[in-house]
């Protein structure tokens, strides 16, 4: 490989050359930073500018630049090259925009701008181009786990995008919860009649499909692997097992019924009441004999009541605390398989708050033009029998009330059907490990039970949300789960109803196409979709402290024979936890490394402690928090010139020892600024700016040592909407920093 | 000229409770080249208690004779109301009778005891919509020669000339129009909350009490927010705000004189009409500031 | 209390409602939001919100609701109207059902707004058009000559300020406005309401 030749390229254009000394610039650039080669421009990112450059990168044989313009979010595709490095210097958004107008600021807007610069070129020296990974992993097959409306919708629209499909499906048949309905919900305008629910049609689609193969009666019963090389075996019933290579899972194992006997105050288990499952199949009876519904017993049904969220948003915790979301409408539906046949029969709906997401309020009105009588009620007691009753509270009427009918409807929730509780995984686990007999006999069961069978470091199942919902990251990207290359679709990843589980089998769909085009192209999947940088492992320095294993929010890492961290790197995100988890730095990127921040952080002019100028270093997430910086600036929000901002990948990154060497060195104070953590995390990798919150807590007993306050280091969760906040934020930092004192440490570093 | 099939409708007669009203709209009428032909014969529209002892068809029939009349005597003509009860009951007739044909047909039926037919031609509409739709404001404003520069005015909009049908398809929630009528005579519409609030309708007779709470509160609103004056398009509106001030003096120890005229008074003094021109020797309580202007 | 009747929340009142109620074929499609009772000048006076007399309907609380007084508090401002997110009628379903409990004789006896809504009706179809004198003095003597004589006096001052602004005209006591073709409308009328009990019955 040739020799490195670095640049830097001043733009003056935005009002830069207006404001800022762009010769003193110029000369730190090649006095300071020791530039091959150091160039201003008027307008850099106009035609002319970006040809300069491109001569520059093809003639001159420059590799490295740094271009201090505006920010790095801004002119991605004009300063996009591809044969060289390039960091930039954030003068526009970072300087110019913030930093308030008038005379008196400028010394330290000159100030602010000149360390940008020194940090862009300090940067740029530590980079390099990434070279993809080079074990590449080319399966495009995707392979579906159930066979139900997600899963046959799932595979249609992958195979009909040309790829091969591999349904696993336990039963013997295609078509799962929806081949026991009589009709379903209305999909199509006008919204007012149940229609067909087209399963067998779908099924026989699929069936026939010549890029589709079923395995029926099958389960998995190993999943090895990473994207586009996962190796799985499926076991047939009869005991015969078969081994396949896939590029991407998608799970669609449904739910099941929450189970109606334990509901007994509810009538649970005594006769001809029933739950929602049990009046559909009572209405395709009626739909097979050719005539209208009866009851089990074969009594004509005259008056019938549906009880609504019975054992569900249930606040006593016997039951589902949480709304299944389809069974209102479903209720809806029902009522009128009675009013359609016989509009004499009374149907009554006693409901809590009636929930008809999408079309679902056209559907309701049309039930109540049949006469479906609707009631806001809570009901307390119901008796099955010959003649059923229900009491119920009439919350309008605000009085008891009892109905008496010749059937009662439960609508029961939906529970998933999700595999085996990571949690309960990692306790049983641990005592397994310990020696527990007991605890390995569990672990057994635990992994028979699994959906998945992963035979990952983290266990057999994706991990579960709260009441066993498989994995998503629903604030934000609802099909992303933090096991790479396998998305969950349909109700076993939160309750929907029919037309939702079959939106999101086609967007689940879409996601393992990506994730097997990156991975074949040896790219990264979402969020840093098409980085072809990834995690290097020195392993000569490697302890076998397992952090990097434990953290990896996405289960990437697991370990080898001789317990060294194994990167699968098709199923690293590229966030860079294991980098900031990494006590001996051993990690890093091509691109991004504990050297290309901890260098810019070292670039930072420090002012002596006379001058009275304290020196901030803000780690920003340059998911949410920088570009809420970069969107201060546009609207010309002002914010101290004390400050110097880093962007980094995610908080989950920020190795310690940045932190140290920033204390170290002089600066008077950090602020990390993240995403949201916790269980409404907004972290785009999930667990990283917990980590990061996890590791300060560790900080603090260093800060001791150096005899620092521990105000010297703050964490913000910041979203992309703060831009105000962040400027407030800055000012009150920098005005708490003043108070305490200068940081005692300057000189030191 | 612009020329309309006029229905006065009962309160606006002369001797009766809006007397005042139809010598101030004559005046605008003037000025502005508007000509309204009186319906032959016209009948009480029932206003919205009719419900009570007429029920629908008949209270559709009642409607529908003026609706025919207009068709058979005034051909061609918009049928214009001044009264927001009148121009809401006519509309809802024409509408329901659209929407149900039965209907329709069991009203000719009716009708035909009198020799009459109800075609479904004749198009209700209200004073305002003719000024702001066919007149404008521009040639609405062009006579102004008197403002009425430094009057704080409530402007009142109340219920039925408001809602169900609402006017230019203004909101029904603040409407602005009557706010501009006011400004644009030069006085200064006043903002508050009452705008659009209910005096209590035809019940300030059957439940005073329960009415008379409804006025305090927009009199009292006016007031808070500054206005000297009132002014509204609806007759009984204005009726019950002007007239039960006394009576909710006299039980609740208030001291409220605040006149309340229709925006046509504040018009014809505005283009230059005296005091009586403008009705205003009708008022129960005497819009002083209004009356020097006509005199000056 | 406990409605323990076989038939509570069956159709049918609703469907009595539907057949015999001016737009009575809406109330089934109230979706219970409480709109109009936060919407109504006169909530604080009546028992039963627009909300609450639709849900009695379809609760099959016919004696409830035809003696209810609540409809009978209608100003006819129709907010209810305009702010119903379902667009229900609701001022004419509410006049509805008091036109038909009034016809049935279950409204509340001597209740003053149903009084007052037959005096005007019938001062309306007499002389083709209302005679406010009339009107007015039959609204105080409604309850007899004694409490009439205490009403007028109580609001003498009132009628005074009328005649002064006259607006009030003494005369109309001997005639004032009427139609030409009286005998015409009384005819149309008297029709109507012929034709109106004959549709009813066969709705119903």
């Not at chain 1, 008027?42 to 450059?53: A, D, M």
């Not at chain 2, 409530?154 to 219920?159: K, R």
């Not at chain 2, 005073?208 to 409804?214: C, F, G, I, R, S």
């Not at chain 3, 109580?154 to 005074?160: E, F, K, P, S």
């Given at each position: ?25 110029e ?8 530039m ?26 420059v ?7 505006c920010?790095?979010?801004a ?37 602010m ?14 980079m ?9 992993a080319?399966n ?6 159930g066979?139900?409306m997600?899963g ?13 499909v591999?349904?696993v499906e336990?039963?013997?048949a ?24 087209g ?35 499926i ?26 006997n ?36 074969g ?16 606040a006593?915790g016997q ?15 029902q009522?009128?398989?009675f ?69 009662v ?14 949690e ?12 527990d ?28 949300f ?8 629903f ?11 396998i ?18 089998a086609?967007g ?77 730095r ?64 995610c ?11 920033a ?87 | ?15 009766d ?24 014969d ?21 409607g ?26 006519n ?36 004073f ?5 739709e066919?007149?404008?404001w ?31 398809g203004?909101s ?20 508050y909350?009452q705008?659009?609030?209910c ?13 008379q ?15 000297e ?9 204005q009726?019950?705000v002007?007239?039960?001030?006394s ?11 605040m006149p ?11 283009y ?10 009708g ?6 500031k ?7 | 209390?406990?409605t ?17 109620v ?8 109230c ?23 639709f ?20 100003t006819s ?54 005679n406010?004198?009339?009107?007015t ?7 007899g000559?004694?409490?009439?004589i ?16 006259k ?25 109507a ?12």
């Amino acid at each position: 490989m040739a020799d490195n030749k670095f640049a830097a390229y001043i733009c003056a254009g935005c009002g830069i050359g207006d404001t800022l000394d762009i010769a003193a610039l110029e000369k730190i650039a090649q006095k300071e930073c020791k530039m091959a080669a150091v160039k201003s421009h008027p307008f850099l990112c106009n035609q002319e500018g970006v040809q300069i450059i491109k001569n520059d990168i093809a003639n001159e044989g420059v590799t490295h630049l740094c271009i201090a313009a505006c920010s790095r979010r801004a002119k991605t595709e004009a300063f996009a090259f591809a044969d060289a490095c390039v960091s930039r210097a954030n003068l526009r958004e970072g300087v110019l925009w913030v930093v308030a107008a008038g005379a008196e600021h400028d010394e330290v807007r000159q100030e602010m701008a000149e360390d940008y610069l020194r940090m862009g070129c300090a940067e740029v020296k530590k980079m390099k181009q990434p070279a993809g990974n080079p074990d590449k992993a080319i399966n495009r097959t995707i392979l579906v786990v159930g066979g139900g409306m997600t899963g046959m919708t799932a595979a249609i629209e992958a195979a009909e995008a040309g790829y091969a499909v591999l349904i696993v499906e336990k039963s013997a048949a295609l078509g799962g919860f929806a081949r026991q309905l009589w009709k379903r919900v209305p999909f199509a305008a006008p919204y007012a009649e149940a229609q067909p629910t087209g399963a067998d049609e779908l099924a026989a689609r699929v069936s026939g499909h010549a890029r589709i193969k079923l395995h029926l009666n099958s389960t998995l019963a190993e999943t090895a692997g990473a994207p586009g090389r996962f190796q799985v075996k499926i076991a047939q019933e009869s005991g015969s097992v078969t081994e396949v290579v896939v590029g991407a899972i998608i799970q669609a194992t449904g739910f099941s019924a929450y189970d109606i006997n334990k509901l007994p105050q509810l009538g649970g288990g005594q006769a001809n009441v029933v739950d929602q499952a049990g009046l559909e199949s009572l209405a395709r009876n009626a739909a097979l004999a050719g005539g209208v519904i009866k009851r089990a017993d074969g009594k004509e049904v005259n008056r019938v009541v549906f009880v609504q969220c019975a054992g569900q948003r249930d606040a006593s915790g016997q039951h589902l605390s949480y709304c299944s979301g389809h069974c209102c409408a479903t209720s809806i539906k029902q009522a009128t398989y009675f009013k359609d046949a016989n509009p004499l029969v009374d149907t009554v709906v006693i409901y809590q708050d009636l929930r008809v997401p999408g079309m679902g309020e056209d559907f309701y009105r049309s039930a109540q033009d049949k006469g479906v009588v609707f009631t806001k009620g809570t009901v307390s007691k119901v008796s099955g029998g010959g003649s059923c009753s229900v009491t119920f509270k009439d919350l309008i009427l605000d009085e008891e009330a009892t109905l008496v009918a010749d059937l009662v409807v439960l609508a029961t929730g939906q529970v998933p059907n999700a595999g085996t509780d990571m949690e309960l995984w990692n306790q049983v686990s641990t005592d397994a490990d310990n020696g527990d007999e007991a605890a390995k006999t569990r672990q057994q069961e635990l992994r028979a039970a699994s959906v998945l069978k992963l035979a990952y470091r983290q266990g057999p199942d994706m991990p579960q949300f709260k009441h066993g919902f498989a994995d998503s990251h629903f604030i934000c990207f609802p099909y992303e789960t933090r096991r790479t290359g396998i998305y969950a679709a349909g109700p076993t990843r939160r309750p929907m109803d029919l037309d939702q589980a079959m939106t999101d089998a086609t967007g689940a769909a879409l996601k393992a196409i990506q994730a097997v085009e990156n991975a074949a192209a040896g790219r990264a999947a979402h969020p840093r979709v098409g980085d072809l940088s990834y995690p290097i492992v020195r392993l000569e320095g490697c302890t076998q402290c397992k952090r990097c294993t434990v953290e990896c929010p996405f289960g990437a890492i697991d370990e080898d024979e001789r317990r060294f961290p194994q990167f699968n790197e098709q199923r690293c995100r590229r966030c860079g936890t294991c980098m900031g988890a990494c006590p001996v730095r051993v990690i890093s990127f091509e691109n991004y490394s504990c050297d290309t921040v901890g260098m810019q952080i070292k670039a930072v002019n420090i002012p002596d402690e006379f001058e009275e100028k304290p020196r901030i270093l803000i780690l920003a997430c340059e998911n949410d928090a920088y570009p809420a910086l970069d969107m201060a600036g546009l609207q010309r929000l002002t914010y101290s010139a004390y400050v110097r901002a880093i962007p980094i990948r995610c908080l989950g990154s920020v190795n310690t020892v940045w932190i140290t060497d920033a204390l170290s060195s002089g600066y008077d104070g950090v602020m990390m600024m993240g995403c949201k953590k916790g269980d409404d995390y907004q972290c785009h990798f999930v667990k990283g700016s917990e980590m990061a919150y996890y590791r300060l807590s560790k900080i603090e007993d260093t800060m001791k040592q150096m005899s620092l306050e521990p105000e010297r280091v703050q964490s913000h969760e910041i979203a992309i909407t703060d831009n105000a906040r962040v400027a407030r934020l800055i000012d009150d930092y920098v005005a708490q920093i003043k108070e305490i004192g200068l940081s005692p440490m300057k000189g030191f570093g | 000229m612009k020329e309309y099939a006029f229905y006065p409708g009962c309160s606006s007669q002369k001797g009766d409770s809006a007397d005042n009203f139809l010598r101030s709209i004559d005046v605008v009428c003037k000025k502005l080249d508007i000509k309204l032909n009186e319906i032959p014969d016209w009948n009480c529209c029932g206003a919205s208690i009719a419900y009570g002892e007429g029920g629908e068809l008949p209270r559709l029939a009642l409607g529908a004779r003026n609706l025919a009349l207009t068709e058979e005597k005034l051909p061609g003509q918009d049928m214009v109301s001044v009264c927001p009860a009148c121009w809401l009951a006519n509309r809802e007739t024409v509408e329901r009778l659209h929407q149900q044909p039965q209907l329709h047909t069991d009203v000719n039926l009716a009708l035909a005891e009198a020799g009459l037919n109800y075609k479904g031609t004749a198009k209700p509409r209200h004073f305002i919509e003719v000024l702001v739709e066919d007149i404008g404001w521009e040639s609405m404003k062009a006579p102004v020669v008197k403002s009425l520069e430094g009057i704080k005015i409530a402007g009142y909009v109340g219920c039925q000339t408001n809602r169900p049908f609402g006017m230019m398809g203004e909101s029904f929630e603040n409407p602005v129009y009557l706010d501009n009528m006011i400004n644009m005579v030069g006085a200064e519409a006043v903002p508050y909350d009452q705008k659009v609030t209910c005096c209590g309708g035809a019940l300030a007779f059957s439940e005073p009490d329960k009415a008379q709470k409804q006025i305090r509160d927009i009199v009292e609103s006016a007031y808070d927010h500054g206005a000297e004056m009132i002014v509204t398009p609806c007759q009984l509106c204005q009726a019950n705000v002007e007239v039960y001030q006394s009576e909710i003096n006299k039980k609740q120890g208030t001291q409220f004189n605040m006149p309340v005229v229709y925006y046509t008074q504040l018009m014809s003094v505005a283009y230059g009409g005296s005091a009586k021109d403008a009705g205003l020797d009708g008022q129960v309580i005497k819009a002083a500031k209004l009356e020097s202007i006509a005199m000056k | 209390m406990t409605t323990n009747t076989t038939a509570a929340y069956q159709n049918s009142f609703l469907r009595e409602v539907e057949a015999h109620v001016e737009e009575g074929a809406w109330v089934k499609m109230c979706m219970q939001c409480g709109v109009c009772a936060g919407s109504c000048p006169f909530g604080p006076h009546w028992e039963h919100s627009p909300q609450k007399i639709f849900m009695m309907i379809r609760a099959g609380k016919r004696e409830e609701v035809l003696r209810s007084d609540s409809m009978w508090m209608c100003t006819s401002c129709y907010n209810c109207l305009v702010r119903c997110p379902r667009k229900l009628p609701i001022t004419h379903i509410m006049h509805g059902l008091a036109h038909y409990a009034h016809r049935l004789g279950l409204a509340p006896k001597g209740q003053p707004t149903r009084e007052s809504a037959r005096l005007f009706w019938n001062n309306c179809i007499k002389h083709g058009r209302i005679n406010e004198l009339k009107f007015t003095l039959a609204l105080y003597f409604k309850d007899g000559l004694a409490q009439g004589i205490k009403n007028a006096l109580a609001m003498q001052g009132i009628g005074l300020a009328m005649l002064k602004a006259k607006r009030l005209n003494p005369f109309a006591i001997f005639g004032g406005h009427q139609c030409k073709d009286k005998s015409g409308i009384q005819k149309i009328v008297a029709k109507a309401r012929e034709l109106e009990a004959k549709r009813q019955e066969q709705a119903a």
